[in-house]
Structure formats: structure tokens, C-alpha cells
């Protein structure tokens, strides 16, 4: 997908653990729960930097902003449903990792530990846009599209066709080895996923419906 030749070059919000790159020339916008980590090791690999260890005096944003245009921008996207239930999982469900989550519950008055899943979608729906989201449950579209609704980077993949979609950047990047999926949220074996109530379903698809139209998922 192309971005618009006159378009802001960065969107919405840009994290600062996206990777920039000047030969090749690239810059990935990272996307928590998108397969990030194994990203940051494959892409790292590529000579990407994190943006944020190249100016940690500048916000993310306004550093893209004046950097020059790289030659290839992309981001991964996932399907809306499974990473917000990543996200639980991984910060609030039965075994979030407590010793990285301390400061979310401060940050965020009424999430809880072992905070069920159907809560945790009802807190999102008085709190999403109430104030800046945290990262792992912002919208997808954020990352990627600015202001008017435009997208700032030339090729959107998805973490379900994750080799096929990395395949197409090789042209640019070259061939890439994969890696396996790492930082995968805790689940224990024969576990199974957890459901949505039909409630808690229209509200997701409510929230990110900017998601769900624009990166094509079925709602």
C-alpha cells in the first residue's frame, strides 16, 4: 500500500520502539502485540535502530517528522480481536507479568490483576479515549495513519501472513531468516482461548472499527 506523496510523514503516534534504518533505507513502525519482539530481532539484524535510543531527547513523532523520507515504510497489523486478547492476557489475565505491569495499574485507575476479560472490555469503553491509551490497546490505526485519515507508510502486513508479507520486503531489505515468535503472552498448554460475551464483541468492534475496516478484518 502506498502512502500519499503529500501526506505527513508520520502518524498519529509513532512508539519509540520503531526501527530506523538509513541503508537500507527503512523505517518500521512498531505495534505492540504485533509480533514486535521477534521484529525488533529480525529487523535489528537489518541494521534498524531503535528510534528512541537514536534521540531519547525527542519525542518519537517529531523525530520522524524532521528525519529524512526512508525508501521503504511498513508496519504489521493483526486481527483487532486477538491482540486486545493478548494484551489481557498478558498484562491482566490470570498470570499477567506483574513485574512489568506495576506501573499500568497506577497509570490507569480501575484495571486490576486477574481483571476478566469481559471487564477488562467494559473498562475500555469508558476509558479509551479518555485519556492517552496505553500502547498495547491503542488502536492499530494510530500507528499507522495520520491525522486526516491517510496512511503514512508504503506497505501494511498482517502478523497472519507474517513470511509471505516479510517475503515482499526483501526487494528492498533482502531475504530474511525467521525467527520464532517470541514475548508470546502466557498461556498454559490445552488452555483454551477465551470468549468475548456478545456484549463485550460489540463493544471491540465499536472501538476499533477504524481497525477492523481499514486493515480488512471481519468484525
Known amino acids: 500500500m502506498a502512502s500519499d506523496a503529500g501526506a505527513p510523514r508520520a502518524p498519529r503516534y509513532v512508539y ?19 509480533a514486535s519482539r ?4 529480525m529487523l535489528t539484524a537489518k541494521g534498524g535502530r531503535r528510534i528512541s535510543t537514536i534521540s531519547p531527547d525527542v519525542q518519537p513523532r517529531k523525530w ?27 498484562k491482566l489475565g490470570a498470570r499477567p507479568e506483574a513485574e512489568k505491569t506495576a506501573s499500568l495499574f497506577v497509570h490507569n485507575p480501575g484495571l486490576y490483576p486477574g481483571m476478566s476479560l469481559d471487564a477488562f472490555v467494559e473498562w475500555l469503553a469508558e476509558n479509551l479515549d479518555a485519556r492517552g491509551p ?3 490497546w491503542r ?21 497472519e501472513s507474517l513470511a ?9 531489505l533482502g531475504h530474511f531468516d525467521l525467527i520464532a515468535h ?6 498454559t498448554s490445552g488452555e483454551p482461548e477465551p ?13 476499533y472499527r477504524e481497525d477492523f475496516e481499514r486493515f480488512g478484518y471481519p468484525p
Open 182 to 187: 517470541t514475548n508470546k503472552s502466557r498461556k
Open 64 to 90: 520522524v517528522l524532521a528525519a529524512p523520507k526512508p525508501a521503504l515504510s511498513f508496519g504489521f497489523v493483526r486481527d483487532p480481536y486477538a491482540r486486545l486478547i493478548s494484551a489481557w492476557r498478558n
Open 195 to 207: 470468549e468475548l460475551s456478545d456484549r463485550a464483541r460489540r463493544i471491540v468492534q465499536d472501538l
Open 134 to 136: 496505553d500502547k498495547h
Open 164 to 172: 509471505a508479507d516479510l517475503a515482499q520486503l526483501a526487494p528492498v
Open 16 to 34: 519509540g520502539e520503531s526501527l530506523w534504518c538509513e541503508a537500507p533505507s527503512f523505517l518500521w513502525c512498531c505495534i505492540p502485540k504485533n
Open 38 to 41: 521477534s521484529l525488533v530481532r
Open 139 to 159: 488502536r492499530q490505526s494510530d500507528f499507522l495513519v495520520n491525522e486526516e485519515a491517510e496512511l503514512c507508510v508504503d506497505f501494511v502486513g498482517k502478523v
